[in-house]
């Protein structure tokens, strides 16, 4: 089954812990991008990347760092989590074509709380 | 300044009760408008990808246009099963989704 999974669903931290949130798809995509959900903000990019080892800032990167060292995986790191980065994250994949944009298939979510 | 913008906010119909979302946009150099479908707690699920103004695509009871301004999303004779919100989302370049806030939509029996 064609599918992008996210490790841990929920998580439940502390202010400075530093943490590392899982992203995976299984579809062979060259694209993959974090987003962060808040409630009347809608959702909004964090980082994407192209492909491997090419990754780029999106609209709200501030106290994250990814890295794509493999084709299948994208990991979103925390290095000191504060509260305001609570939120419900997303990691999407989509491929890449030259003549405009694809679909973005999204993960199920981490509910991430930092107290 | 919001480059995509939705409306109404949050919307009830009753079952069967037809009625369209909007989403405006105001970003050059589109290439690509995508709808989702968001249940709660979930991720958002692919429903339809425009291209170019005038173009039209179908699914079950939706049915997604767009212009040149604008799209919508028509939902016909919906179910209490199509409540959800419904995602609008711009690419511009070939990477960059930017999502509007999204419609919040109930269907009552």
């Known amino acids: 089954e064609a599918q992008v999974t996210q490790n841990p669903r929920y998580l439940i931290t502390v202010t400075g812990k530093k943490l590392t949130v899982t992203c995976s798809q299984n579809?062979?995509?060259?694209?993959m991008s974090w987003y962060r959900q808040d409630p009347g903000l809608g959702l909004r990019q964090i980082y994407y990347?192209?492909?491997?080892?090419?990754?780029d800032k999106g609209d709200v990167p501030e106290g994250y760092k990814v890295s794509r060292k493999e084709k299948r995986n994208f990991p979103l790191i925390l290095e000191s989590p504060s509260p305001n980065q609570t939120s419900l994250y997303f990691c999407?994949?989509?491929?890449?074509?030259?003549?405009?944009?694809?679909?973005?298939?999204f993960g199920p979510g981490t509910r991430l709380t930092v107290l | 300044e919001d480059q995509v913008t939705q409306s109404p906010e949050a919307l009830r119909l009753q079952e069967g009760e037809s009625s369209s979302l909007n989403c405006s946009y105001t970003v050059s150099g589109l290439r690509g408008l995508f709808w989702y479908r968001q249940d709660p707690g979930k991720g958002p699920e692919f429903l339809f990808t425009l291209y170019s103004a005038g173009e039209e695509k179908e699914k079950e009871r939706l049915k997604a246009t767009l212009t040149k301004k604008e799209s919508f999303l028509h939902i016909t004779a919906p179910k209490p099963e199509d409540s959800a919100t419904y995602l609008c989302a711009v690419m511009q370049g070939y990477s960059t989704l930017t999502f509007g806030k999204g419609t919040m939509l109930l269907v009552s029996p």
């Open positions: 999407a994949s989509s491929t890449r074509t030259s003549g405009g944009g694809n679909e973005q298939f």
């Open positions: 990347s192209m492909n491997v080892e090419v990754t």
């Open positions: 579809m062979n995509h060259e694209y």
